[in-house]
């Protein structure tokens, strides 16, 4: 067997794969011209940021779009939009960014973990069900890097216990379960549009919904609850301000063209790598349901934690960029969840009567979601992107395939099976 690289063989790759390209270009700076040029920058002056709003939302076959600053302000803008009371709880997922929990915390309700699926990294139904208490009012799941939950398992929880869906689509666009988008498949969708997303604007991001009530509320609750028409001034419930300027929308319209292109690539070539390492031994790829597209926000797969660092210093020794690991643990074990640091000293809503009940306190601890410590011990990451050739992953995919030999062959440290 050819010896690793960094035990002095050849390396599978001639070049270390490392594909960039330009992804803003002359679309962006035409449309962003056009807006200085119309001396209007800000959204409620100009049109772009309103017209961007309805053109995602019709790109997506939904009826309401509202472009906000990020994508933790479309999960806000969601959940501002249901109207929570303090102490509700939130059903989401243990791997994802603080963007999805913020929200929660900030109008007050209180973030339940549920468990993932180590095929998807998504959440399990199965373990979603077992979380709902009477407290429940929403189920939150992250659609994790270009991939999907089993979305059927979630609505049937929903519909049963008369919960509201939100989906956290900020690393799937156009990914799909069973032919549906993501985003159209609960009451609200919402999307990320920052500088690492799919497509970008720098930062932004927009909340999606089919329901008149929700999409009206959600334009006001992303401008301070201000209507913003007729002569008389009000504030019609307490909101922020995630507003965006004129020109994060030019550059989003100008994205939003390209988008098909980049999640039709991202697919193709993620897909591949997936068929081209199924046999590489102790390695499990991400699963796709039958019906179902995933559009690879980045690449991950998993093998046995006793190796995974090694496996990864010995992929990038073939010259493919890859990480152990994506966040270091679960989002429940972040100092502000464990140690509660919300509202000054206080913990709110934490523990607080008559919100919560203090005798049945929330506790983030080690093992709530085993499954998902487990899996976040076994992940490796690569950043695949569009600009990846299909020569590219051929190359990554003999890389994974001699690291998985070779390693394959080497007994597990004692201790650590
Ligand atoms: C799954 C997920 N949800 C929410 C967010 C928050 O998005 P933003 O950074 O635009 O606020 C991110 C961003 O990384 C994310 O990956």
Request: aromatic share 8%; charged share 25%.
């Amino acid at each position: 067997m050819e010896r690793l690289a960094i035990d002095g063989g050849q390396p599978i790759c001639a070049e270390r794969i490392a594909p960039t390209g330009e992804r803003y270009g002359d679309e962006e700076i035409a449309l962003l011209t056009e807006v200085i040029r119309s001396q209007k920058l800000n959204c409620n002056v100009g049109t772009k940021v309103k017209e961007f709003g309805r053109a995602f939302a019709d790109y997506m076959g939904m009826k309401h779009g509202v472009m906000v600053a990020s994508g933790t302000a479309a999960i806000h803008v969601a959940l501002g939009a249901l109207d929570l009371n303090p102490g509700d709880e939130v059903i989401t997922a243990p791997i994802t960014d603080m963007g999805t929990i913020y929200p929660i915390l900030a109008q007050n309700a209180v973030p339940i973990f549920a468990d993932l699926d180590p095929d998807t990294l998504c959440m399990d139904p199965a373990d979603v069900e077992k979380r709902v208490t009477s407290r429940t009012k929403v189920i939150l799941p992250v659609q994790l890097a270009g991939n999907t939950c089993d979305m059927d398992g979630m609505r049937d929880i929903a519909k049963r216990h008369n919960l509201a869906l939100v989906e956290d689509c900020a690393q799937s666009f156009n990914a799909k379960f069973k032919g549906e988008k993501v985003g159209t498949m609960g009451d609200v969708g919402c999307f990320s549009l920052n500088e690492y997303k799919h497509i970008s604007c720098g930062d932004a991001g927009v909340t999606l919904t089919n329901d008149d009530a929700l999409g009206e509320r959600a334009q006001l609750f992303s401008d301070k609850a201000w209507p913003r028409s007729g002569d008389r001034r009000d504030h019609l419930f307490l909101a922020p301000n995630y507003r965006v300027t004129e020109l994060q929308a030019a550059v989003a319209f100008a994205q939003l063209k390209k988008l098909d292109h980049i999640t039709d690539t991202r697919r193709e070539r993620g897909d591949l790598l997936t068929s081209l390492i199924a046999d590489a031994p102790g390695v499990h790829p991400p699963k796709v349901r039958d019906g179902g597209e995933c559009t690879y926000w980045f690449y991950w797969f998993r093998v046995d934690a006793a190796i995974r660092d090694q496996f990864a210093k010995a992929l990038n020794g073939e010259g493919v960029p890859c990480s152990a690991g994506y966040i270091p643990k679960p989002v429940y074990l972040y100092d502000v969840l464990r140690e509660k640091k919300t509202y000054g000293d206080s913990h709110f809503p934490y523990g607080y009567a008559p919100f919560r009940d203090p005798d049945n306190e929330i506790e983030y601890t080690e093992g709530l979601c085993p499954v998902t410590e487990r899996a976040l011990k076994e992940m490796i990451r690569i950043s695949l992107n569009e600009f990846w050739t299909e020569q590219h992953v051929r190359d990554a995919a003999c890389a994974i395939c001699k690291v998985a030999e070779h390693l394959s062959q080497k007994p597990v440290p004692a201790g650590k099976a």
